[in-house]
């Protein structure tokens, strides 16, 4: 768990520098809005696994009551905690980030934000890349990030093709064998994949064609009437 304490601290850590990169922009700007929503999401994560690692760690002999003193059930607990922030965080960041994109998508393109049902020709368009024939480290991140939001919704396990996939991105080969969970999930790499989608983002943001399409509200103030 300190692994994962570390990790989560960085990347609240980013998260809030992150923001500041885009503090100059209109308060109501989707990019502003998105990255601090982003920020929001991480910040409530952290602060949820540090009061229960402290509690655990400080008043452990009242965090043990919970498990009647067995020490086995305890630590079950304490993974399943983390497992289940990183999932969390994925799943959210996924979604919020699929409706960014179909956002910018649908003013490229000049359809709705539902029309096209690929997320990887929406990826190629926004990033002006080549779909199956990745040349950004970026859109090579965001087909494994995908990719992973696939298992998430099969208990981890890997169904989409028999003959399996490999991935690369940054140099290393991810491999999804069907049937099976990814066997790089472990060390909390799903919570460096969310410091990378942050990175994604800003290069995204700050990009000539997403600049030159202009301001736009954030979605949000729409659903909350202001």
């Not at 956002?103 to 997320?119: D, L, M, Q």
């Not at 919704?153 to 940054?170: A, P």
Request: proline share 2%.
């Amino acid at each position: 768990m300190p692994e994962a304490s570390k990790l989560l601290y960085d990347l609240y850590i980013k998260a809030k520098l992150k923001v500041e990169d885009f503090n100059h922009l209109p308060e109501k700007d989707i990019r502003r809005k998105h990255i601090e929503l982003f920020q929001s999401i991480i910040t409530i994560a952290y602060i949820n696994f540090e009061i229960n690692v402290r509690f655990s760690e400080t008043n452990r002999e009242e965090f043990l009551k919970f498990f009647n003193g067995d020490i086995t059930q305890a630590q079950n607990y304490s993974f399943n905690v983390t497992q289940n922030l990183n999932q969390n965080l994925i799943d959210t960041i996924l979604f919020q980030t699929e409706l960014i994109f179909r956002f910018y998508y649908s003013k490229i393109a000049n359809v709705t934000p539902g029309s096209e049902k690929s997320i990887f020709k929406i990826i190629a368009t926004i990033f002006e890349d080549t779909e199956n024939n990745w040349q950004k480290e970026e859109c090579k991140f965001l087909v494994l990030f995908w990719m992973l939001r696939n298992t998430i919704h099969t208990g981890g396990i890997y169904f989409v093709k028999v003959e399996g996939r490999k991935i690369e991105y940054k140099g290393q080969e991810y491999i999804f064998e069907y049937g099976k969970s990814p066997a790089f999930l472990k060390d909390n790499f799903s919570l460096s994949l969310i410091s990378d989608i942050l990175d994604v983002l800003k290069t995204l943001f700050e990009s000539q064609k997403i600049i030159d399409l202009g301001y736009f509200e954030h979605p949000n103030y729409y659903a909350l009437g202001k």
